[in-house]
């Protein structure tokens, strides 16, 4: 069985958003979508250990958060998300 384990995208959708350490947010989504794409076919499980989205408390993280779970089952591969911190 292969599994990819992929965590701390801190993805944020909405440009301008400030964070901490001056990150780029905005590019965690497009990173996953290229991973996926890159691993599709070589793997049977995906865990995702934690931080995807980058603050819960911010009014637009759940939609977020959805958007990447979309494009987790788009792929057809059963996956498995721990929160995080």
Known sequence: MKILC????????????????GRKYNYGFEFL???LNRERG???LIIGG????DDG????????FRKIKDE???????FILVRGN
Do not use: A, C, M
Not at 50 to 53: A, E, K, R, T
Not at 57 to 64: A, H, R
């Open 33 to 35: 979508k290229r991973v």
């Open 42 to 44: 070589k793997i049977d």
């Open 6 to 21: 992929i965590s701390d995208l801190h993805y944020v959708s909405r440009k301008g958003y400030e964070g901490d350490f």
């Open 50 to 53: 934690g931080d995807f989205i």
């Open 72 to 78: 987790l089952e788009n792929t057809g591969i059963p």
């Open 57 to 64: 408390n911010i009014s637009f993280s759940i939609e977020d």
